[in-house]
């Protein structure tokens, strides 16, 4: 990235899917991903259907219920659709450090400035709440070391930005073709500049970066369905929903 930034005029502009319109974003952004795939990781990418009100159960009620389990906790004071969401994103970020992570490693998770830690002290507690969830999935006798996290440092770090725009992107693109596919026929459907190859991308492993794409919408019976999401290169670009049964 430090030789395609100067190529192309990026400077230390943020890659971010909002800005696809960018005349030199666009044109750097297949050097980009091709770079990133070089990056030994995993990159994963979950929808939720928003009419699923809440993964932790079927009671219209359910996030409210977080909210008080938060407090009682000790793990501060959240919004009923804020608690859901952290708990969300706690338990996919404590099931991926388990399933990938290894005994004595240290964990270290950096998060956006977003509704799930809007203040450092929430941050705090979100931190905590990722250190009490994580047990629920580690396998047993393992340990990690430290388990710790920030938010982007106030020092802007390009270096850093640039890994947290990988997951921007893939969400971005996702999130914009998912919601398009629910009301539009594949022929119908427009999406941003760009996004077409952020979907080839996330089709393909890289030499390093893996990359899965997964759903949970409700099922036809009230239940939640869930699945793998794969790009194939047609044009124009589709998602096949691949479900997957007990």
Not at 7 to 25: H, P, S, V
Not at 181 to 210: A, C
Request: glycine letters at 8%; charged letters at 25%; proline letters at 7%.
């Amino acid at each position: 990235m430090a030789e395609i930034r100067p190529r192309f005029g990026l400077g230390t502009k943020e890659i971010a899917y909002k800005d696809l319109n960018m005349g030199q974003l666009l044109r750097a952004l297949p050097d980009c991903l091709a770079a990133a795939d070089e990056l030994p990781g995993f990159l994963c990418t979950v929808a939720i259907d928003k009419q699923i009100g809440s993964v932790f159960g079927t009671e219209e009620d359910t996030p409210r219920r977080l909210v008080a389990v938060l407090e009682d906790a000790g793990l501060g004071a959240r919004k009923p659709d804020v608690a859901e969401k952290l708990l969300r994103i706690v338990h996919l970020a404590a099931y991926l450090t388990a399933l990938l992570g290894h005994n004595g490693q240290n964990v270290f998770w950096m998060t956006d400035h977003d509704a799930i830690c809007p203040t450092p002290a929430q941050h705090l507690h979100l931190l905590e709440t990722f250190g009490r969830v994580l047990p629920i999935y580690q396998k047993p006798a393992s340990q990690f070391a430290k388990i710790g996290g920030a938010t982007p440092f106030p020092e802007r770090s390009v270096e850093m930005n640039d890994l947290l725009s990988l997951a921007d992107l893939a969400a971005g693109t996702l999130g914009d073709y998912l919601s398009k596919k629910d009301v539009l026929s594949p022929d119908e459907i427009r999406v941003k500049e760009g996004t077409d190859k952020i979907m080839l991308w996330l089709g393909k492993p890289g030499i390093g970066l893996k990359k899965s794409c997964f759903f949970l919408r409700k099922g036809p019976d009230g239940s939640i369905a869930r699945g793998a999401i794969e790009f194939s290169p047609v044009d124009p670009p589709s998602a096949i929903f691949v479900p997957i049964y007990d």
